[in-house]
């Protein structure tokens, strides 16, 4: 067994929980946040038997994407004035994803 623990975008949540569960693979919503951006994102953790990690995958990769988002970050502007507030374009992932043995599973 395997237990998927994927970073993705919260506009792409829904289609992904719907397509993992049109294919029968429970999957548990945390609502997190980026340590780089410190905005909103989605964990999504799912425990799925090796053979079902495919469609898992497959159904993470389809319904996520890319987008390109903004971020003020502080930046040396080189007087005196010291730091000024300058936009970054950042491309956010589809979807982080990691995979991992799942030593034990228990329902009680
Ligand atoms: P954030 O940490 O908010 O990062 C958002 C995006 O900012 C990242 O997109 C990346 O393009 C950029 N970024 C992150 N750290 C950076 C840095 N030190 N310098 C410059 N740019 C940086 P993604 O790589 O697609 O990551 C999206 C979200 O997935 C991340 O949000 C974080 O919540 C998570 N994540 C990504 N890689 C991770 C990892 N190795 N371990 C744990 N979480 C991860």
Same mark, same amino acid.
């Given at each position: 067994? =395997? &237990?998927?623990i994927?970073?993705?975008? %919260?506009?792409?949540?829904s289609e992904?929980? *719907?397509a993992l569960?049109? =294919?029968e693979?429970?999957? /548990? $919503? &945390?609502s /997190? #946040?980026?340590?780089?951006? $410190? *905005?909103?994102? !989605? @964990?999504?953790? !799912?425990g799925?038997e %090796?053979? #079902?990690?495919? +469609?898992? &995958? /497959?159904?993470?990769? %389809?319904?996520? #994407?890319? $987008? !390109? +988002?903004?971020? @003020?970050?502080? *930046?040396?502007?080189? /007087?005196?004035?010291?730091?000024?507030?300058?936009?970054?374009?950042? $491309?956010?992932?589809g979807? @982080?994803?990691?995979?991992?043995?799942?030593? +034990?599973?228990? =329902?009680?």
């Amino acid at each position: 067994m =395997k &237990l998927i623990i994927a970073i993705i975008q %919260d506009e792409d949540a829904s289609e992904v929980i *719907s397509a993992l569960n049109d =294919k029968e693979i429970p999957v /548990t $919503r &945390l609502s /997190t #946040k980026g340590g780089f951006l $410190r *905005s909103g994102n !989605t @964990t999504l953790m !799912t425990g799925v038997e %090796d053979d #079902k990690v495919e +469609q898992a &995958l /497959t159904a993470i990769e %389809d319904h996520c #994407k890319a $987008r !390109t +988002q903004y971020a @003020t970050m502080p *930046s040396s502007c080189g /007087t005196m004035h010291g730091f000024i507030m300058a936009p970054i374009e950042v $491309r956010v992932g589809g979807a @982080t994803v990691f995979v991992l043995d799942v030593e +034990q599973f228990h =329902k009680f």
